[in-house]
């Protein structure tokens, strides 16, 4: 469903430049969740930032469901993204904003009517378990809780994708679980394919199907994580 070729990145332009990812291959099926792992500078923010369009390859090609997304105009780049959701490792929420409005930020970009938009919030208030919390700030939630508003805002618009990076790295290892233990839930739930960047090995091994190890911006080995990582 996620298909990169030849993919080359390159920043900056004379002698100024920095390679972030050289010729990288990479197949990611549909309803899979697919872990990214490598040391700081290997090139996975880049990898995560092609993917979801907000850089542009230097050469290569990236394919989701079929379209390639280095032939794509502005408008339907826009178009896209919305199929695309996000999450962070420090969150990226409104601070000045509620959970409810959080969460139906997107869905207002979208123009979505605010009748559909309270179904659509108060479904996904239940889904991360945050009902109680729809009138807090993010100031008055918990590391765990604001991750989960930032899970049920990348799912508002009932993307194709989810693309985490380095979601659980400011959490403590009991938050940590629970936030995978709710990402693979809604994978089985929707079948959602979920991609995921962490520089954490226990991350991987507690919910990747496959792993992809990317060191200088290429991809050194890759297959399912109990081949990859063998468990002792
Ligand atoms: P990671 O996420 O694995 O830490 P990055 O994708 O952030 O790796 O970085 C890969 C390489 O590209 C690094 O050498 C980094 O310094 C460089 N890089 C990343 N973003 C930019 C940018 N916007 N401009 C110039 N160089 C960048
Ligand atoms: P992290 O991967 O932990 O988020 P990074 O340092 O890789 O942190 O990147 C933080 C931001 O800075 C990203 O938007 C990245 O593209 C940018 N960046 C990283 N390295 C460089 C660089 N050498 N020059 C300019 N921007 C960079």
Redesign the pocket.
Known sequence: MIRLEHVTKV??KGKNT????SDLDLSIEKGEIFGVI??????????I?CINLLERPTSGHIWIDGVDLTKLGKGALQARRRKIGMIFQHFNLLSSATVYDNIAFPLRLAKTPEKNIRTRVDELLKLVGLEAHAQKYPAQLSGGQKQRVGIARALSSDPDVLLCDEATSALDPQTTDSILKLLLDINQRFNLTIVL?T?EMNVIQSICDRVAV?HQ?GIVEQGPVAEVFLKP
Not at 38 to 47: D, I, N, R, V
């Open positions: 920043y900056g920095t390679p972030a990812l490598g040391h700081s500078g290997a090139g996975k923010s880049t990898l930032r960047i520089h990317i911006g």
